[in-house]
């Protein structure tokens, strides 16, 4: 779908995900994550950059299992992640869109749960590119989570935490060779209405990832 028709669709609060492709599964347990090897650091910062045009190649279960614990996985016996949020309040979920319907990573099981029985990509994003590219994270923030701050400052802590998460993503693309981009112009409304977000839950950025075009 192009850029034009996302947006006249959009505006008049028309534009809607796509049919799934392939079998979703209620739940997709992930491998372990390998956690040795890479990049060293400064070459992976050297490598990072933005891309707008993918393969639609689907990626390997290992190698989405190692993305999404570089992501935001657990790691410390204490429930540590890999990003790091104020107050440890965790406050943001990492949403999944797959060509066979849309996941919530469960960092603790280290596993993607179904929620939506539809293909997600299409409205994570107004460019042509992410109906095609085979994975778009949605990062969500649950102000449940974030009582103790005062209301005016929730977003902010929360697009902290979601920008810290989207960077892990952005190292790990650089050392495994994918190709990513972060997104915050999106159909926010479409998206949350998809997923059935409460008024507590926020939609606040999309990133696209996959391998290069070739």
């Not at 410390?76 to 440890?88: E, F, H």
């Not at 920008?163 to 981009?181: D, K, M, R």
Request: glycine content about 6%; overall charge negative; aromatic content about 8%.
């Amino acid at each position: 779908m192009s850029t034009l028709t996302k947006l006249v669709l959009g505006m008049m609060g028309q534009l809607r995900p796509g049919p799934v492709r392939g079998k979703s599964a209620e739940s997709i347990a992930l491998p372990p994550p390998e956690k040795a090897g890479g990049l060293p650091i400064m070459e992976a910062l050297l490598k990072r950059c933005s891309a707008r045009e993918f393969a639609s190649d689907v990626l390997p279960l290992q190698l989405l299992s190692d993305l999404l614990w570089a992501a935001y996985g657990v790691n410390r016996p204490d429930g540590g992640r890999t990003a790091p949020s104020a107050l440890n309040a965790q406050e943001i979920d990492v949403y999944v869109a797959l060509p066979e319907g849309a996941y919530l990573y469960d960092a603790h099981r280290h596993a993607l749960d179904l929620i939506v029985n539809q293909d997600l990509r299409r409205i994570t994003g107004y460019q042509d590119f992410v109906d095609e590219a085979p994975l778009d994270l949605v990062y969500i923030a649950d102000y449940r989570r974030v009582a103790m701050v005062p209301v005016t400052q929730r977003e902010s802590y929360a697009s902290a935490a979601a920008g810290a998460i989207a960077q892990n993503v952005y190292l790990f693309s650089a050392s495994a060779g994918l190709s990513t981009v972060i997104r915050a112009w999106i159909d926010r409304a479409a998206i949350a209405d998809a997923l059935e977000l409460s008024h507590d839950q926020q939609v606040l950025l999309s990133q696209t990832v996959g391998f290069p075009k070739r």
